[in-house]
């Protein structure tokens, strides 16, 4: 199987897992889905580098952060600042979720 297609599989089933945990847990979803960017990340790490012998450009955090949050294209890494904006957004949903829970646990 083509690395490609290997890329192209892992990214068609983060979207599907994406949509199932927006609907599923609305409010929890940033901490959610960022456990499973980790896991297909590292998929595709494996795919772009190969399994045994390590050879091949690996992409960056920031790239593959691009792909699977923005839909963009992996040769053009975030900047800094939209970086900076993805992490803060995404500190706020923690920061949202976390209240949601306290209040549920109330």
């Known amino acids: 199987m083509e690395k490609e297609e290997i890329i ?3 990214l068609k089933l983060l ?4 949509e199932k945990a927006r609907e599923k847990w609305p409010l929890v979803y940033p901490d959610t889905i ?3 960017y980790r896991e297909v990340n590292n998929e595709l790490r494996k795919a772009v580098e190969g399994e045994t012998d390590g050879k091949g450009k690996r992409p ?3 790239q593959l952060s691009y792909i699977n949050d923005l839909g963009g294209d992996p040769d053009k890494p975030l900047t800094s600042k939209e ?3 993805y992490i803060e957004e995404l500190k706020q949903h923690r920061q949202e979720s976390k209240q949601y829970k306290q209040r549920i646990d109330e």
């Open 15 to 18: 979207e599907e897992i994406s």
């Open 83 to 85: 970086a900076s904006e």
């Open 34 to 36: 960022l456990a499973l």
């Open 8 to 10: 192209e599989k892992q």
């Open 60 to 62: 960056t955090f920031k």
